[in-house]
C-alpha cells in the first residue's frame, strides 16, 4: 500500500497513527533497557534473590487487565453508535485507571513495610529498580488517563462515531499497550531475580 495515496484526512489518520506507534517503539526501547540494567545488576553481591512483590501489583495487574477488556467493551459499543454503553465503558476504564495506580501506591507502601526505601540508607539497589520501573510506567499510566479523559470529553462533544473514531483508536491502542506493558513487567520482576 502506497501511504501517499488517499485524501489528505486518510493520510493525516495514517500519520498520527505512525506517530503513535514511534512513540511506543521508543517507549518498548526504553522498557527493555531498564529491563536489562536489571538483569546486569542482579550478579551484585547485595541483590536480593528472594524478594517477594507486593501483593498489590498482583492486584494492579488484574485490574489494568480488566481495565484493556473496558476499553475494547467501550470501542465495541462505539462502532454500534450505543453512546450509553460507550459512556459507560469509557467511565469504567478511567475509574479501573485509577485503581490501578492507587494499588501501584499501595504496593510502594508495602515495600516501605518490608524496610526498603527508595533512595537512603535503608534502600537495596534491588528496590530501587523496582520502584523505577514501576514509577515511570505510573507516568504512563497517567499520560493514559490524560488520553483517556479527553476521549470522554470528546465523547460527550458527540465528537466520535462509528465512522469517525480516530482520537479514540489512537487512545486505546494506547492504553492497551500500557497494560501489556505493566503485564510483561510484571512477569518479569516476578520470574527474574
Known amino acids: 500500500m502506497d501511504l501517499t495515496q488517499g485524501t ?4 493525516n ?21 531498564w529491563t536489562s540494567a536489571f538483569i546486569v ?40 453508535n450505543n453512546r450509553t454503553m460507550v459512556t459507560i465503558w469509557l467511565l469504567a476504564t478511567l475509574v479501573l485507571g485509577i485503581i490501578f495506580i492507587v494499588n501501584q501506591f499501595i504496593g510502594f507502601q508495602e515495600i516501605i513495610d518490608l524496610g526498603y526505601n527508595f533512595t537512603g540508607p535503608t534502600s537495596n539497589i534491588t528496590m530501587s529498580y523496582i520502584y523505577l520501573i514501576a514509577m515511570v510506567h ?13 476521549v470522554i470529553y470528546n465523547h460527550f462533544k458527540q465528537k466520535y462515531n462509528p465512522s469517525k ?8 491502542t494506547f ?14 520482576l516476578y520470574f527474574i531475580r
Not at 41 to 62: H, M
Not at 175 to 188: A, G, K, P, S, T
Request: glycine share 4%; proline share 1%.
Open 8 to 11: 489528505e484526512a486518510e493520510k
Open 13 to 33: 489518520n495514517r500519520a498520527k497513527k505512525m506517530m503513535l506507534w514511534f512513540g511506543i517503539i521508543s517507549l518498548i526501547m526504553s522498557f527493555m533497557g
Open 41 to 80: 545488576s542482579s550478579s551484585r553481591e547485595d541483590w536480593l534473590k528472594d524478594f517477594q512483590l507486593p501483593n498489590a501489583f498482583i492486584v494492579s495487574t488484574v485490574v489494568i487487565v480488566i481495565s484493556s477488556l473496558t476499553f475494547m467493551l467501550a470501542k465495541r459499543a462505539l462502532k454500534a
Open 138 to 150: 505510573i507516568l504512563h499510566v497517567v499520560v493514559g488517563l490524560i488520553c483517556l479523559l479527553v
Open 165 to 172: 473514531m480516530l482520537g479514540f483508536e489512537l487512545a486505546a
Open 175 to 188: 492504553w492497551h499497550f500500557i497494560d501489556i506493558l505493566w503485564v510483561y513487567l510484571f512477569f518479569f
